[in-house]
Each structure stands twice: as structure tokens, then as C-alpha cells.
């Protein structure tokens, strides 16, 4: 695939951009399970896009959000949500691969801020070929993705 070739190299055609930048508005489709009351729950087939910017302080920190469509953390949640992660930070590693971290971030849903189900601990990377995987707690609850790129 295009993508691993990309990748490789670490860099766009005008050689300017980091290789999580190649990535910048891509969607990702995968497996989410949150744990609830030991009890795991699966949801196949999530939607996870995302976006990412420059810091906006000068420094050459790469920000990134994701925004998690159409998700339901256990059955007994009466509606779905689409559920904005923002302000998590990446770092390119020379393999291609993206570390992507976070801790205390304050999730966006429905219009609003959501405190109560903030994120910690998140821990993720985007591999070369285009595989995402993330870690986090949402409030008490353990969190965990696995997706491939779709676009």
C-alpha cells in the first residue's frame, strides 16, 4: 500500500511534514471495549477520525483530536454519541510510528464538556501501516481501540 512506502520515509513528497501530518483527516474503523463492572463489552465496526494541528504556543508540538462516532460505552446507555477527544500529543519515532499520549483531558460530547468522564492515562500509537490502537480510562472506566485505516 501507498501508506507504508509513505510512511517509510517519514515524510510527505515536499519532504516539509512529519508522517503523523500524512495522516491529518484520516478515519479508522475498529473494535472498542470498555470495561464495566468486570465485565468486557465489544463494539465492532467504531469509527474514530482524526485531526491534528500545530501547537499554537511556537513550540513544534503536533496536537491531534479524536473524535469517536456513533458510540455506546455499555448497553444500558439510552443513546449513542459521538464523543471529541482533544489535545493529545504525538511523537514520530524514525520506524514510521506515532506515540500518541494524553492525561487529564476533559472529553466534548453533545455540544458541551463532559468532567465527570475525564480521560486519563491515555496511551496509543499509529503504526505504518496505518493501524490505530489506544488505551485510557473515561472516568472509572478502562477503555481500549483497535482500528485500520479506512481513508
Do not use: H, W
Amino acid at each position: 500500500m501507498a501508506v507504508t512506502a509513505l510512511m517509510a520515509g517519514c515524510s510527505k513528497d515536499n519532504g516539509n511534514d512529519t508522517a503523523i501530518d500524512y495522516y491529518n483527516g484520516s478515519s479508522f474503523l475498529g473494535t472498542m471495549t470498555v470495561t464495566y463492572q468486570s465485565t468486557d463489552y465489544k463494539t465492532d465496526n467504531v469509527q474514530v477520525d482524526m485531526s491534528i494541528n500545530k501547537a499554537k504556543d511556537g513550540s513544534n508540538t503536533t496536537l491531534m483530536a479524536l473524535v469517536m462516532r456513533q458510540v455506546k460505552f455499555v448497553p444500558q446507555m439510552p443513546v449513542v454519541i459521538d464523543i471529541t477527544i482533544p489535545g493529545l500529543t504525538t511523537k514520530s519515532g524514525t520506524d514510521g510510528t506515532t506515540t500518541i499520549t494524553g492525561n487529564n483531558i476533559i472529553p466534548e460530547a453533545m455540544g458541551g464538556q463532559y468532567p465527570l468522564y475525564k480521560i486519563t492515562n491515555f496511551t496509543g500509537t499509529l503504526d505504518a501501516t496505518g493501524v490505530l490502537s489506544y488505551s485510557m480510562t473515561v472516568g472509572s472506566y478502562p477503555v481500549t481501540y483497535k482500528g485500520n485505516i479506512t481513508k
